[in-house]
């Protein structure tokens, strides 16, 4: 097999080996958070230097694929000077009959029954808004995930990275919104 040929090979294997994530009309919007646009002082942190409101946002999703049993929320900061970004929220265990949270349903009895929020990146569950470094723009990934279980079955005291293992293996879809926040 000459080099070229083993390289589309390869290219192909990976790509019939990598899940399919995305569906055709999956979508995520927000009344809270737009695409390309700044966050709302609401969804700014309160604390580290920075006053907002820690308000999560309000997120409605619609077209999730068949056999979707459940969903998962993140937020998540690609850009923070951690060398593995900063989880802003993770809320996992979403009922498959869910379409919307409300702005501010983190913490609170708004969440769906049975829903989780793992711990952030701050050390609390639930969602922790936007303080990036003074000087710095940074890039916040709101995402919905449609997933092919009614429950993650994760330890009470579960990482965002094992979450985020957990909720990519079974993923059938996801939607983001990515905005923007700095100061």
């Known amino acids: 097999m000459l080099p070229h040929q083993s390289s589309i090979v390869l290219a192909i294997t990976l790509g019939l080996a990598a899940p399919a994530l995305a569906a055709d009309g999956f979508r995520l919007s927000s009344t809270s958070v737009a695409e390309g646009e700044t966050l709302a002082a609401a969804q700014v942190f309160s604390g580290f230097g920075c006053r907002g409101g820690n308000q999560s946002p309000q997120l409605s999703w619609s077209g999730a694929p068949a056999g979707t049993k459940s969903f998962a929320v993140t937020a998540y900061d690609p850009d923070a000077p951690t060398g593995s970004g900063w989880w802003h929220w993770n809320v996992v265990n979403i009922p498959a009959d869910t379409t919307a949270l409300r702005a501010g349903a983190s913490g609170a009895s708004a969440l769906p029954k049975g829903s989780v929020e793992v711990r952030n990146d701050y050390g609390a569950s639930g969602f922790g808004g936007a303080c990036p470094p003074p000087g710095e723009v ?46």
């Not at 579960?158 to 985020?164: E, K, V």
């Open 138 to 183: 940074h890039r916040y990934v709101f995402t919905i995930y449609a997933l092919d279980v009614d429950k993650l079955d994760l330890p009470k005291d579960a990482s965002n990275a094992l979450a985020g293992f957990m909720t990519r293996a079974h993923a059938k879809a996801k939607a983001s919104i990515t905005a923007l926040y700095g100061r």
